[in-house]
């Protein structure tokens, strides 16, 4: 009601005078996104068909940095390899830290014990700068001098320690850990705040009608989280697909043991900053795994929505 | 509140399967105040004291550890460094977005739907795809290793702050604006004198949340502040522990540096930075 109040006053009464104020306002921020968020990336798509190493002339490419980035036979295995982390990242998300956030909210919904401590403790180390999550990671996990195999040794031997991230069967896994430990609160909070508009007359109307616990969760709570919902996995799909602190932070550079951990964003750092510690530097090439990421955003980001859209459809408050 | 009714009757006798998971998550988070209070702890330890007693209480208090690396190491230009970039960032970033988002929610103009389409592409295409161009640019105009080249960079990634602006401003009540006009006052005067101190509450939130994102981030320093008299502190802390053996008993005072700041605010202000993560996301 209030907004369409203020709509038809906007309408009405607004525009009569100083109409040209607005330019002053936009300018700025205009000139400022325009020059440097927008620009920039359609700069990458440009030098993505050159060869050019920042200096000197610009040789016109063709399609060659794409080429050599998907057919090559050292650089597809290395650029493949990250992707497939990637995606592997975001099945993660998927199946594991999305089902967790909205659980975790869903408890602190429906006010387990101690709620309002839990949820203050698991949102906490959102505000944690990832170079210190790094270093949390050295003290627990450290072959030599973690808590982890402190414990470890204590109660089984020193035989029974683990390598951790040393250990290419354990290092996704425990940056999978690294990441639910970080960053579950932002995506939980989002999933909580949807829930908190969920109106209490139809929770009510559920309790009266007998819903159990799990029917009230699946048939009323769930069904409302479209929005959170789509902002969530459009959020985690970005995130996951230029993922880039936590794997360099754990493990370098290179992606750790066996590359395990490498993501297309550190191949892509490599290749666009690394110049003196791995060689070649190249703007057309490094611009070319830009745009190859910029595509797969917008593939994913585009299914996604497809997706959702079914179900965001029926229900469409906001 | 019917709503608060209900909770409250379930609250008095919560089931078993609640107190199980509330149990869990209570022993979960004994993990962060242990690692930082760990960590806050152990910055006060001597040398000696840390290599045989890692985690536990100091045995004697010392400030050896922080002179070490605020003096001699150089944390203190990190420090400073760190809160100058962030000052500096949000100064700029709260006054650009917020004007944007006033012109885009408050005049009516042809392309207007087209402009706030345009303003939330990079919540779409993170600032890190053109961050290559960026760096030519940035480099060009001698703004790389220059916090205020990259406070630009900060302010230039408005999508977000401009939206939850936008959102804000869409709901201001007219007559406010309106009786200033009558009397005569400019567009600017009134969106500095009545719009700006109205709008306080939905500024504490966007500059909470992008305090805490500026001052923890770490790939835009890692790559436009490469000498060491511009790192931030992250990059600081990341230099130690990439080495921590060498470092370890300054790595302790230095990621406490880094921590208090964070952790004091987030103790204060964390509904609002809530607040400014979940303001405009969930309504799309």
């Known amino acids: 009601m209030r907004q369409s109040f203020a709509y038809f006053c906007l309408e009405r009464r607004m525009p009569v005078r100083k109409k040209k104020a607005y330019i002053g306002f936009i300018a700025p921020g205009f000139i400022i996104y325009t020059i440097l968020m927008i620009v920039p990336i359609a700069c990458a798509v440009y030098f993505s068909f050159f060869e050019w190493?920042?200096?000197?002339?610009?040789?016109?490419?063709?399609?060659?940095?794409?080429?050599?980035?998907?057919?090559?036979?050292?650089?597809?295995?290395?650029?493949?390899?990250?992707?497939?982390?990637?995606?592997?990242?975001?099945?993660?998300?998927?199946?594991i830290i999305t089902p967790l956030q909205i659980f975790f909210a869903y408890m602190i919904y429906i006010k387990i014990p101690c709620h309002k401590y839990i949820r203050m403790m698991l949102f906490l180390p959102y505000v944690i700068s990832t170079s210190i999550v790094g270093f949390f990671a050295i003290i627990m996990l450290d072959p030599n001098i973690g808590v982890g195999n402190s414990i470890i040794g204590a109660l089984f031997g020193n035989k029974a320690k683990l390598a951790w991230l040393g250990d290419p069967a354990m290092v996704f896994k425990i940056f999978v850990m690294v990441v639910i430990w970080q960053c579950i609160g932002s995506g939980m909070m989002i999933f909580y705040a949807d829930m908190q508009e969920i109106p209490s007359e139809i929770i009510e109307a559920s309790i009266i009608d007998g819903a159990g616990g799990w029917t009230r969760f699946s048939k009323v709570v769930f069904p409302s989280l479209s929005a959170s919902f789509s902002t969530n996995i459009t959020l985690s799909v970005i995130y996951a697909l230029t993922m880039f602190d936590i794997p360099y932070i754990l493990v370098g550079p290179q992606g750790g043991v066996n590359n395990k951990i490498d993501f297309v964003n550190m191949v892509f750092y490599r290749y666009a900053f690394g110049g003196t510690y791995f060689g070649e530097t190249s703007i057309g090439f490094g611009s070319s795994i830009s745009v190859t990421m910029f595509i797969i955003i917008l593939t994913f980001s585009f299914v996604t929505r497809k997706l959702l859209k079914g179900r965001a459809g029926r229900e469409d408050r906001g | 509140m019917n709503a608060k009714r209900i909770k409250r009757r379930k609250l008095k006798r919560p089931g078993p399967g609640k107190i199980i998971v509330s149990v869990i998550l209570v022993i979960y988070s004994f993990l962060a105040i242990f690692l930082i209070g760990n960590t806050i702890l152990s910055s006060f330890k001597t040398k000696s004291d840390l290599i045989n007693n890692t985690i536990g209480w100091p045995r004697e208090f010392t400030l050896e550890n922080f002179?070490?690396?605020?003096?001699?190491?150089?944390?203190?230009?990190?420090?400073?460094?760190?809160?100058?970039?962030?000052?500096?960032?949000?100064?700029l970033l709260i006054a650009v977005s917020s004007m944007t988002a006033y012109g885009l929610a408050q005049y009516r103009f042809k392309g207007r739907a087209a402009l706030q389409t345009y303003f939330l592409v990079g919540l779409m295409f993170p600032i890190q795809l053109g961050i290559l161009p960026l760096y030519i640019m940035l480099s060009r105009a001698h703004l790389t290793n220059n916090l205020f080249g990259l406070a630009l960079i900060y302010t230039a990634n408005m999508s977000f702050p401009v939206f939850v602006f936008t959102k804000f401003f869409n709901e201001l009540p007219i007559e406010v604006i309106e009786s200033a006009r009558v009397d005569g006052a400019g567009e600017f005067q009134i969106f500095g004198r009545i719009i700006?101190?109205?709008?306080?509450?939905?500024?504490?939130?966007?500059?909470?949340?992008?305090?805490?994102?500026?001052?923890?981030?770490?790939?835009?320093?890692?790559v436009f502040l490469t000498k060491s008299s511009v790192k931030t502190l992250t990059l600081g802390v990341y230099t130690y522990t990439?080495?921590?053996?060498?470092?370890?008993?300054?790595?302790?005072?230095?990621?406490?540096?880094?921590?208090?700041?964070?952790?004091?605010?987030?103790?204060?202000?964390?509904?609002?930075?809530?607040?400014?993560?979940?303001?405009?996301?969930?309504?799309?």
């Not at chain 1, 190493?53 to 650029?79: E, Q, T, Y």
């Open chain 1, 53 to 95: 190493s920042g200096i000197g002339p610009m040789k016109f490419a063709g399609l060659d940095n794409f080429k050599k980035l998907f057919f090559d036979a050292r650089m597809s295995k290395i650029f493949f390899n990250a992707l497939k982390n990637n995606i592997k990242y975001l099945v993660c998300v998927l199946l």
């Open chain 2, 196 to 222: 700006a101190p109205i709008s306080k509450p939905v500024i504490a939130t966007v500059a909470l949340l992008n305090f805490v994102t500026i001052w923890n981030d770490f790939y835009m320093p890692l």
């Open chain 2, 67 to 91: 002179r070490i690396v605020l003096v001699d190491d150089g944390f203190l230009r990190c420090l400073f460094n760190s809160v100058f970039l962030v000052g500096i960032s949000l100064l």
């Open chain 2, 242 to 284: 990439a080495n921590f053996l060498a470092n370890w008993n300054k790595v302790f005072a230095a990621a406490t540096v880094a921590l208090i700041p964070v952790i004091i605010v987030y103790l204060l202000f964390s509904d609002q930075i809530v607040a400014g993560l979940t303001g405009g996301a969930v309504k799309g």
